[in-house]
């Protein structure tokens, strides 16, 4: 039996991860963390039964506590409260399904606790990578990709030696908007956004698919992750997302992971590396397969690649303005606060008046990510 836990459970990643313990039967969850969602989450609680369940809302963490005082279980909240989860005794293995900034402290704790992780959580590599790969290492502590295309690279490396990567190649989908011009874009409704051909996620990660920030995140994450440098790591399109990342080697050789499009795989691999245990669900038919399309990332029009590149050339406290910046235009569109092309313009202007901070501490991209947020609400965009 194999004790983990998961915050971020009722979150996209968070109930996949339980559709997993459920399944496999060896998995059993010690402590789980949530955002404010307490009818899914006591519904998860009193199916899994952890010790410590951690609400991020104080008063509904309260609300929790006395619904759930006809159990043992410890109800938490905020940020101590997650550390608690991410430090649980009993866990082997950490899952950071969470979304936002939030997730950077508990991982750190949990790898000070010698936690593995399960790596679902952007904002940690991308904000602070320079803090969490030393510290793993320092730690003794592996750090496991969750992300399809991570977990793709992760698996295409196994057993190869680093020193014979020329370069890593991410796929993207290309979106809902794949094709389209930015004339179209100009009139893009938060529902088209949405409508991801490929994936079933949560809505924000669904509008950074749109917009191509989301192969920038995971470009900054790959370069931490991997260990590599940005000139080594390329995005392509691969619209039918079967090949979820390649490889390509210094002999020229390349190791394409294929598969369905289906985050239980990536998922399920994290907690169990390095087996591949079996796991239900749709395979890909090579007897249906006609053809794999690759094409060449649109970049005039989704602009947010450029603009991760530009975020990891710069280094120190940019990437987090680039991620943050993003996240709030994010949350205004989908409020229909702003219009999509708007986002690009809301990024570009906080990453123009940044003052980059150089090896910044946890503290310093706090206060990078509060300034981004402040110079936007004091700016009218609509």
Request: aromatic content about 6%; proline content about 4%; glycine content about 6%.
């Amino acid at each position: 039996m194999r004790n983990i836990s998961i915050i971020g459970s009722t979150g996209s990643i968070g109930t996949q991860t339980l559709d997993i313990v459920r399944e496999k039967g060896d998995l059993k969850v010690c402590a789980m963390a949530a955002g404010s969602n307490i009818k899914l989450f006591e519904k998860q609680v009193r199916e899994f039964s952890p010790a410590i369940a951690c609400l991020w809302d104080e008063e509904k963490a309260t609300e929790l506590k006395k619904n759930l005082r006809d159990t043992d279980i410890r109800v938490v909240s905020g940020m101590d409260g997650l550390i608690e989860v991410a430090t649980c005794m009993r866990a082997d293995i950490v899952v950071t399904a969470v979304v936002g900034m939030i997730g950077i402290r508990p991982t750190i704790e949990a790898i000070r606790a010698g936690k593995d992780i399960a790596l679902a959580n952007k904002e940690t590599l991308v904000c602070a990578g320079h803090i969490i790969m030393p510290l793993a290492k320092k730690c003794g502590v592996r750090i496991l990709p969750v992300d399809s295309e991570h977990s793709a690279i992760f698996q295409c490396l196994h057993g190869e030696k680093h020193n014979s990567i020329a370069r890593l190649l991410i796929t993207a989908s290309g979106g809902p908007f794949r094709g389209k011009t930015r004339e179209y874009l100009t009139y893009a409704t938060v529902e088209d956004a949405l409508k991801h051909p490929n994936w079933s996620m949560g809505a924000k990660i669904t509008i950074d698919s749109a917009t191509m920030v989301n192969k920038g995140l995971e470009v900054i994450e790959a370069r931490w992750l991997f260990d590599v440098q940005p000139g080594e790591i390329e995005v392509v399109v691969q619209p039918q997302s079967i090949i979820h990342s390649m490889v390509e080697f210094e002999d020229g050789s390349v190791k394409a992971q294929l598969g369905t499009p289906d985050m239980h795989l990536p998922i399920q691999y994290a907690l169990y590396y390095p087996n591949h245990l079996p796991l239900s669900g749709e395979r890909l038919d090579f007897k249906k397969l006609k053809s794999i399309e690759i094409d060449e990332v649109d970049r005039d029009t989704f602009r947010g690649l450029d603009f991760a590149y530009l975020s990891l050339a710069m280094g120190g406290t940019m990437p987090t303005v680039f991620n943050a910046a993003n996240e709030k235009a994010v949350a205004l569109f989908l409020n229909k606060d702003i219009k999509f092309l708007q986002i690009y313009d809301i990024i570009e202007a906080c990453m123009k008046r940044h003052k980059v901070i150089s090896n910044p501490t946890v503290r310093d991209i706090l206060a990078a990510e509060a300034d981004v947020y402040a110079f936007i609400d004091e700016m009218k965009w609509s």
